[in-house]
């Protein structure tokens, strides 16, 4: 069992920065470094959509809406992924969530308001 645990949402002010972390445990074994990594969003009213995603290799892919402005990157020997969150929108606001595999997080609140 994997056991993912996200960190670092808050309230932020429109243009500003945010970084969040995902730290995964459990009977990870080599599934970490092996596999990839996302970050999905869920906005009140709204389905969750995927926000960026990582390779084993660290190939990045993003959505159009946060293309420029966020970063996904991941330290295996830490087994954690980050989301680098800059230029913020308060559309942005959300629930954040990391995936691994079929494994999620229990989600992080950023919200992005003056």
């Known amino acids: 069992q994997v056991h993912l645990v996200e960190s670092g949402g808050g309230l932020v002010q429109p243009g500003g920065s945010l970084r969040l972390s995902c730290v995964a445990s459990g009977r990870i074994f080599s599934s970490f470094v092996i596999n990839a990594m996302d970050w999905y969003r869920q906005a009140p009213g709204k389905e969750r959509e995927l926000v960026a995603s990582i390779t084993s290799g660290g190939i990045t892919n993003y959505a159009d809406s946060v293309k420029g402005r966020f970063t996904i990157s991941r330290d295996n020997a830490k087994n954690t992924v980050y989301l680098q969150m800059n230029s913020l929108k308060p559309e942005d606001t959300a629930v954040y969530y990391c995936?691994?595999?079929?494994?999620w997080g229990q989600g992080t609140q950023v919200t992005v308001s003056s």
């Open positions: 995936r691994h595999l079929v494994y």
